[in-house]
């Protein structure tokens, strides 16, 4: 075997090993929240020893900040998937559906993110990253509504595809904050599709209307 088969090979275990490290690190924060986990037991839910994990992140926080980083980046990369489906228009409550199918996720994920945003709130290098991944979902969403103008009308009051998307993020911070609390999914999801109309059309667009209580 050459130099480079072997080196492609010890680069593909490194790589599966620390994609394993970070599933066992998502169950195991969101089971017991960060703060309250060691090395020992990510590497215990991974099945790896201790070597493997310092082989690939240098402490817990490492680990959680790129945890959090591969998570944001996914579901920016799904919302802006969610919005491209439709053509130059933008048929709003299809898109308001697969965009809620998107943002929900589960509730692992909030706790999660919940972890990580008590973390940012107290460290300014990790609120600035925070405040990075969040602009980049920020502006998925605003592309996607800028090329629908003249196609698609939103209401004046947002100002713009720039403050619609705003108000896309934090009707999504409202409900999934509802979410970790009563733990009843479909009711996020069809109250977040509500909201998410109300916000995008005049209020009017009652088109497949869910009731929620």
Not at 127 to 153: C, K, M, N, Q, V
Not at 158 to 179: E, N, R
């Amino acid at each position: 075997m050459g130099v480079g088969e072997t080196t492609r090979r010890v680069t593909r275990r490194r790589v599966r090993t620390r994609a394993n490290l970070l599933d066992a690190a998502f169950a195991v924060f969101a089971a017991k929240g960060f703060g309250r986990v060691s090395i020992e037991e990510v590497c215990e839910a991974a099945g790896y020893s201790r070597g493997a994990f310092y082989s690939n992140f240098d402490s817990l926080d490492e680990l959680f900040f790129a945890l959090y980083r591969q998570r944001a980046d996914l579901i920016a990369d799904q919302v802006a998937g969610a919005l491209a489906v439709d053509g130059p228009g933008l048929d709003v409550r299809a898109a308001v559906d697969r965009v809620t199918e998107v943002l929900l996720l589960d509730r692992d994920w909030l706790l999660v993110k919940t972890d990580f945003l008590v973390h940012a709130a107290r460290d300014p290098a990790v609120a600035a990253t925070l405040l990075e991944h969040r602009a980049r979902l920020r502006a998925a969403i605003a592309d996607r509504l800028a090329r629908a103008r003249g196609h698609t009308a939103l209401p004046a009051v947002l100002g713009g595809t720039d403050g619609a998307a705003h108000a896309v993020v934090a009707a999504y911070d409202g409900v999934t904050t509802q979410l970790l609390l009563d733990r009843d999914t479909e009711h996020a999801r069809a109250w977040l599709g509500r909201l998410l109309t109300a916000l995008l059309t005049d209020g009017s667009d009652t088109t497949g209307q869910r009731t929620t209580a």
